[in-house]
């Protein structure tokens, strides 16, 4: 497995809650390391990217990418194509609402038989801030 980073030498930040991005984040990987499991010559990439006042955010992996008539229901809950036992179909859900509640986006950037990239898009900040907590707003 080949891990790569994509990363701007400069640090990036945005407006969003820590544990939460990291949950998506944690996820998205998740899924990638699953998509590639069996492969040989795997490798996923983690990258990141200032976009005029926006952040992109992405994980990409080289697995064999999400069929056609997935995609239309890729962020609906309980919908999952892992076997039984293997996983509830949650998880992108999540990770699509919380994005959503975080003011940016999570989309299937691209798929196909040489792989698939989520991209996260966020409001970008200047500094290292917490956002408020649902109960704090």
């Known amino acids: 497995m080949e891990l790569r980073q994509e990363l701007p030498a400069s640090r990036l930040y945005v407006r969003a809650e820590e544990i939460r991005l990291e949950q998506v984040l944690v ?13 040989e010559g795997a490798a996923l990439t983690v990258g990141a ?4 006042h926006s952040v992109e955010i992405w994980v990409e992996d080289n697995g064999p990418g999400i069929a056609p008539s997935h995609l239309e ?7 999952t194509t892992k ?8 998880g992108l859900s999540l990770s699509y609402n919380i994005i959503k509640d975080l003011g940016g986006t999570l989309a299937v ?5 040489s ?3 989520f991209l996260i898009t966020l409001e970008g900040a200047t500094t290292h801030t917490m956002a408020p907590l649902e109960a704090d707003a």
């Open 27 to 39: 996820n998205l990987v998740a899924n990638a390391l699953d998509a590639v499991a069996s492969l």
């Open 49 to 52: 990217r200032r976009c005029g």
């Open 73 to 79: 229901r890729i962020f609906d809950p309980f919908f």
């Open 83 to 90: 076997p039984v036992g293997s996983g509830l179909g949650l």
């Open 109 to 113: 950037a691209s798929t196909g038989p």
């Open 115 to 117: 792989g698939t990239r």
